[in-house]
């Protein structure tokens, strides 16, 4: 089984709805991370979280928001989704250990119309 | 902030030799990770390096110069499922990750 998980794995949507992404882990990682990807580009930072009680925005959080119900989950909402929001969404958790790596979900395709 | 480049795409035939250089400028430096991405697959781990020299894994290997904000990855005897994104990301203060663009690499028989 995926150490990482992201429900849905694509999604269509129109302008102005409210999207939910969810990621599940069972590697038993504090930190997690939201990124997003677009054609031929780098991933950026949606928002991250240390713990269950810690929510920090990253660069380009407007549009966003997030909820970390668990050590296990963390949720990635889309509150009015609009077209320039049509991406690949990555979700990532890391140990917290020195070296730190992110490990990555599968992903989630998201069209927005 | 933090500034990555990396070229956008390289082309090399299988079973040669080809290096990916990254160039970073950044506010604290806590590390430099290479992840190869598959085209719509998830990044997957490559290397860590946080101290300066060579860090060799199997075929891959990455070396890291902080005085000169420079990293480069090496992929040794090419094969075609080589044929990837890579990308470089550099840790700065507060544990985040900034990804540079990616690099295509295009692996011909």
């Known amino acids: 089984d995926a150490d990482v998980t992201q429900t849905p794995r694509n999604r269509i949507t129109k302008t102005g709805k409210r999207i939910m992404l969810e990621c599940s882990q069972t590697?038993?990682?504090?930190?997690m991370y939201w990124y997003r990807q677009d054609p031929g580009l780098g991933l950026q930072l949606i928002y991250y979280?240390?713990?269950?009680?810690?929510?920090n925005k990253g660069e380009i959080s407007d549009g966003y928001s997030v909820s970390r119900q668990a050590q296990a989950k963390f949720s990635l909402s889309l509150e009015s989704a609009i077209p320039n929001q049509t991406a690949l969404y990555f979700c990532a958790t890391a140990s917290g250990s020195e070296t730190d790596t992110q490990y990555f979900g599968p992903g989630t395709r998201l069209t927005v119309l | 902030g933090q500034n990555i480049d990396q070229p956008t795409e390289m082309t090399a035939t299988e079973g040669a030799i080809v290096q990916i250089n990254c160039t970073y400028q950044t506010s604290g430096f806590n590390g430099l990770f290479w992840y190869q991405q598959h085209a719509g697959e998830a990044p997957t781990f490559l290397s860590y390096n946080v101290l300066d020299g060579l860090e060799e894994k199997g075929r891959f290997s990455s070396f890291l110069s902080r005085s000169k904000g420079y990293s480069y990855l090496l992929l040794k005897e090419l094969q075609m499922k080589d044929s990837a994104s890579y990308l470089c990301a550099v840790r700065a203060a507060g544990n985040k990750l900034t990804f540079g663009g990616g690099t295509r690499v295009l692996v011909k028989p």
């Open positions: 590697k038993g990682h504090d930190r």
């Open positions: 979280s240390f713990d269950v009680k810690d929510i």
